[in-house]
């Protein structure tokens, strides 16, 4: 959890790489991506929740000594289920729910944390303070500011903006179609959008969780995001379905799809265009 202002805005930020801070932004929303939040057995909103609210709860016994946090963990990691869909992506015991209401995600050794007294423990996590203080995930500097900005300012919950955020692939294929449409570009013209807006953000996150087309065997809301390439990349034989490589084959492959028939992929197109067509609607108005 790395220690900026959450208000959501326009603002560029030059102490940000790409200058769009995303990793702790509301009340109720932030990433906890990086730290393999989705990288459990039972990545459910229901599961994550209770697993959030176990940990906070329990921590807030621990005393604040190095001993006593390093047991804590010790117990956590015996009491969970440690199978993780990418085994080589760290997942942190010390994910907790942060906030006045525990309504977001967030680091319980950060010094700011409820309970902490300014005591930073960070140091005591698998990736070390420096990791948590420095590291940005790739859609920092792979998205557009324009991007990221509305992304942030209408996100509304904290499972599905961290588990797409990062997808930033995803986020790129989808809005630039959006823009080269609309033959304009989603800056800060935009921004104060009320109707309509936060609930399409809202079903495009959903297609992380709800997406009909996904191969089963593979697909897992965790993304392994970082660029080690460790595990292997999707892939969709258009060749096999004797078709061009689809408009949103970025999109696609961040969602582990897989097509059997060429009506399965026009049905696949047609629903990502359906949405960016409702989309143009709401942002027609502003695009005169």
């Given at each position: 959890m790395k220690t900026k202002s959450f208000e959501a805005g326009n603002e560029l930020d030059p102490a940000v790489p790409g200058s769009v801070y995303l990793c702790q932004v509301g009340e109720n929303v932030s990433c906890g991506a990086c730290c393999g939040l989705y990288n459990v057995a039972d990545p459910s909103r229901e599961a994550l929740e209770e697993m959030l609210a176990y940990r906070t709860a329990e921590y807030a016994k621990v005393p604040r000594e190095i001993d006593a946090v390093l047991a804590f963990k010790e117990r956590i990691e015996r009491e969970e289920n440690q199978d993780r869909p990418y085994p080589d992506f760290h997942h942190c015991p010390f994910i907790g729910l942060i906030g006045k209401n525990r309504s977001r995600v967030g680091c319980l050794l950060h010094p700011l944390a409820e309970g902490a007294g300014g005591l930073d423990f960070r140091g005591l996590s698998y990736y070390g303070t420096m990791a948590?203080?420095?590291?940005?995930?790739?859609?920092?500097?792979?998205?557009?500011?324009r991007f990221k900005r509305l992304i942030r300012n209408y996100a509304s919950d904290w499972y599905l903006y961290g588990m797409v955020v990062t997808e930033s692939k995803m986020i790129v294929n989808f809005f630039s179609e959006i823009e080269k449409r609309m033959q304009k570009t989603l800056d800060e013209s935009f921004s104060n959008i009320e109707t309509g807006l936060k609930e399409l953000l809202a079903e495009f996150f959903r297609i992380k969780t709800d997406w009909p087309y996904r191969d089963e065997g593979r697909w897992h809301p965790a993304n392994y995001f970082f660029n080690d390439r460790i595990y292997?990349?999707?892939?969709?034989?258009?060749?096999?379905?004797?078709?061009?490589?689809?408009?949103?084959?970025?999109?696609?492959?961040?969602?582990?799809?897989?097509f059997k028939t060429q009506d399965a992929l026009a049905?696949?197109?047609?629903?990502?265009?359906?949405?960016?067509?409702?989309?143009?609607?709401?942002?027609?108005?502003?695009?005169?």
């Open positions: 948590c203080r420095q590291y940005f995930c790739p859609t920092h500097i792979a998205v557009p500011a292997r990349p999707n892939h969709i034989d258009y060749d096999a379905l004797n078709t061009a490589k689809s408009r949103y084959d970025a999109m696609f492959k961040a969602l582990h799809s897989v049905e696949a197109e047609a629903s990502i265009d359906n949405l960016i067509d409702r989309f143009l609607k709401v942002l027609g108005d502003r695009s005169q």
